[in-house]
Structure formats: C-alpha cells, structure tokens
C-alpha cells in the first residue's frame, strides 16, 4: 500500500502545530528498522539497519525517489560524503526495488542504500518527508543536527564536521580503545573490555585496526566462557553477591551473543527468591547505568559538554538507586561547578535554538508564508546574533521577496 504525501500547503494550520515542529534539528529521529537494504557493497544484507548502530558518527540519511530526476542528480555527490572520517550514508527510496535496480546498476556506490514501501512509511510518516529529495543530517550522538535539500549537504555537513566532530572515530582514539579493552581484560572487567572492542569493530571497515579489534573480540569472548562457568560455580555455592554482577554484565554487555543467552538461563533461575531476583535486577540496572554513564564520559572529552550532561542526568533519573547513578551525580557536579564549561553549554544551546528557528523560517518560506519566514528570520539575527544561523538568516532575509504572501 502506497502512503500518500501530506497535503501540507493545504494546511497551513495543522503544518505548524505537526509539520513545523516534527523531527526538527535537537530532537531525536524515530526509530525504525529496515530488513530491505545493501550495504556498502552492494551485497544484500540479512542484518535489520538500525539507525542507533551508527550512533558515534555523522549519519546522513537521502530521501529520494527512483524516477525523480532530482533525487538522481545528487546520487553520485553521495560518494563524496560517505568517504568523509566518521561518516554513515545511507539513500532511502521511496521507491520499488525494481526501479532502484534500474538506477542502481552500473553506478559506483560508496554508501549503503535501502528501497520499498517500509521507505514510504518511514520517509513520509515518520520523517514527514513532503517531497523529495530530502536529506536529514544526525550529529554523532543521534540528534537530528539539520534537515534539508542536498544542494546545501557539503556546505552543512562540513559545518557539522567543524561542530560536532564525530567522536572516538578517529585513528587515535580508537587505538585509545583497544588498549583500554586489553587493560580491562587484565583486570577481569570483561564486559567493559567486550564494550570498548565492539565499539572499534563497529566503526573501523577494513585493515589493522578492523583485525585488532576482531582479534580482541574473539579473545573476550573465550575469556567471558570462563568468566560465565565462575558465575556458575558462585551460584552452586550460594555466592550470589558475587555471581550476580557477574551474570549481569554478560546479559547486557554481550547482547546477541551466545554467551548472553546462557547467562540469562542463569539469572532466571535466580527468579526464583524475591531476594536474589532483587539483587539481579538492581546489578542489570546499575551495568546499563554504566554504560550510559562511559558514553557521557566520552562526550564530555570531546566537549560535548551539553549532551554529556544530559547523559549523565538520564542515568540519575532513571538508576537513582544505582552505584553508577551515585557516580553521574558526582560529575554533573563537578561539572556545573565549572565555569568555563557552563558559559560553553549556554553557547550551544544558543546555536541549536538558532537552528530550530532557521528550520521553521525555511518551511514557511518554501510555503510562501514570506511574512512568518521573515518574522523567524529576524527573530535569528536579533536575540542569537552570533550564531551560525544569524548569517544564513541574513542572506535569506535579503532574498526574501516582500510581496507574495500565502496565508
């Protein structure tokens, strides 16, 4: 079933309560799942895309159509982006797989691509995508950074680069990461150690580093087999202070791995005493804690000190009675306590509401509505002068006509 465009210039009303303010820049976009999909190969994957899995990096996401000469005509700029450190493209179409075939044979494709009627759904539902092409930018910590038309993409992205750099991608920093996963498995902190390599795994496509972090996966993986066979033996001897966070770890580190499963046969037998169920859920809340808690870390190191906050205040709020919760608070602390930081914090608010401003004065102005975009416009140039988007309001400001007026 074909879902159809919105009627949005008819509704100008419904536009701004829905429309306007849907899946603007600093809100977070929906979460779907594609199954129909290729990735960078070409090769027809059987692994679900989820957006969430390239969290750390720029995310890109082309809406187009396969029989729109204006989606096609930016197919190839696509390449450019995707070869850009820390960056994820994938072009969605809203389109069938016979006519992206069509397209899609003989052309060089550096970025993923996905076809087919869940596209629709996801485009024009989720994204509120009224015509195409389209493209969304993602910042690396998953927030929908801008939206727009691809002719402004390598102005916006590269603006973007300079912004929000994509954390943890670099050479650097993911050599950081295995040393730190080798030092963890030395101290026996394998879900952590698991995490780290993961998370190079997940970014590096080919050479010494992809090796490294495949090698030291497979090596966790055979340590968390013992570790697991200990959490047993605590288990039989009644230890369960001591197995508990143990079995935790396994089935919320290792999540889709074997080793995950055999650990939740094992705590669901903890189930079994109000005592020990308490205990187990309290030390799966507390590793969850604690990974939101290393990911606020890594942002406040690239002075994402906005979004590390936010991080670290979710964890205080949702595991209050956890270890990791104690600790988040200790660093929201001594972070407000900073005043550097907190003039930081205020300047990125700044820009990020310039931008939502900027996004809803571009609606009205692609509607006509040149008295509203205008009144956006200045809003921009007059409360939040030095950001960004002051200048991009400016020259729309001077290019605005002054007449035409859809309303």
């Known amino acids: 079933m074909t879902i159809a465009p919105r009627m949005l210039a008819a509704l100008p009303l419904l536009l701004v309560s829905a429309g306007l303010f849907a899946q603007t820049p600093g809100e977070r976009p929906p979460a779907f799942d594609i199954k129909e999909w ?9 692994k679900t895309f989820k957006l969430s899995e390239a969290h750390g990096r720029i995310v890109v996401i082309y809406f187009w159509r396969a029989n729109d000469h204006g989606s096609i005509e930016y197919l190839d700029m696509l390449n450019e982006i995707q070869r850009l450190p820390g960056t994820f493209v994938i072009a969605m179409a809203a ?4 006519d992206v075939k069509r397209v899609m044979d003989g052309r060089k494709k550096e970025y993923s691509y996905a076809w087919g009627e869940s596209i629709i759904f996801v485009a024009e539902d989720l994204f509120d995508v009224s015509h195409y092409p389209r493209v969304y930018l993602i910042d690396p910590t998953g927030v929908i950074a801008w939206r727009g038309h691809p002719g402004e993409l390598k102005e916006r992205i590269k603006d973007q680069m300079r912004r929000t750099p994509p954390f943890g991608a670099d050479r650097e920093a993911l050599n950081r990461k295995l040393a730190m996963a080798k030092k963890l498995i030395k101290q026996q902190k394998l879900g952590q150690a698991w995490t780290y390599a993961s998370e190079v795994f997940d970014v590096s496509s080919e050479g010494d580093l992809m090796k490294s972090s495949k090698d030291l996966r497979k090596q966790i993986r055979e340590a968390a087999d013992d570790w697991l066979e200990k959490a047993r033996k605590h288990v039989e001897d009644k230890e369960y202070k001591e197995a508990a966070p143990i079995l935790a770890s396994l089935k919320v580190r290792f999540e889709g791995e074997d080793v995950a499963s055999e650990a939740e046969k094992e705590i669901s037998k903890l189930y079994a005493s109000r005592e020990t169920k308490k205990l187990i859920r309290e030390e799966v809340d507390n590793v969850r804690a604690m990974i939101l808690n ?3 870390a890594e942002l406040i190191t690239h002075k994402r000190y906005v979004e ?3 991080k670290y205040e979710s964890v205080v709020e949702k595991y209050e ?3 990791a919760a104690k600790a988040a608070k200790a660093e929201i602390d001594k972070l407000k306590g900073d005043s550097t930081i907190r003039k930081l914090v205020g300047g990125h608010r700044d820009e990020l509401q310039a931008d939502r401003w900027l996004d809803i004065a571009d ?3 692609s509607l006509e509505m040149y008295p509203q975009a205008r009144e956006y416009y200045k809003r921009i140039v ?3 002068p030095g950001t960004t988007a002051a200048d991009r309001a400016k020259d729309r400001l001077r290019s605005l006509p002054k007449s035409k007026d859809k309303t």
Do not use: C
């Not at 389109?95 to 016979?98: A, F, N, P, Q, Y």
């Open 363 to 365: 609606r009205f102005a």
């Open 321 to 323: 009675k956890t270890k």
């Open 382 to 384: 007059q409360e939040l």
């Open 95 to 98: 389109s069938k797989e016979e």
């Open 308 to 310: 590390g906050l936010e």
């Open 38 to 46: 290729r990735n960078v190969e070409g090769d027809k994957s059987d």
């Open 294 to 296: 290393e990911g606020a």
